[in-house]
């Protein structure tokens, strides 16, 4: 069975950093594309960044030069290194494979 399980979500003020990793289980990570979305309050799903099998990383515009997309596969997780974080970047993370996601993690940029 495949699951996906968000952490690292939290807090932080405009410019901060946050790491959020996403454990992954019924599958290998690295043997396939992972990516991350994100869904904002009163908005829509949101594409944020994606990692192919061969390494190769892709960004959306709004988050390219500031965010990082990496997996560790001797521990079978995605992370999303965030910096420079801006209050428009508050959503609620998920990472996905294929059609299925996690429950999400909570990201809230503030003064």
């Known amino acids: 069975e495949v699951q996906l399980v968000e952490s690292g979500g939290g807090l932080v003020q405009p410019g901060g950093s946050l790491r959020l990793s996403c454990l992954a289980s019924g599958f290998t990570v690295s043997r396939y594309s992972m990516s991350w979305v994100r869904q904002a309050p009163g908005k829509g799903l949101e594409w944020v960044s994606t990692?192919?099998?061969?390494?190769?990383?892709s960004y959306a515009d709004s988050v390219k030069g500031r965010f990082t997309i990496s997996t560790d596969n001797a521990k079978n997780t995605l992370y999303l290194q965030m910096n420079s974080l801006k209050p428009e970047d508050t959503a609620v993370y998920y990472c996905?494979?294929?059609?299925?996601r996690g429950p999400g993690t909570q990201v809230t940029v503030s003064s």
């Open positions: 990692i192919y099998s061969g390494g190769y990383q």
């Open positions: 996905a494979h294929g059609d299925t």
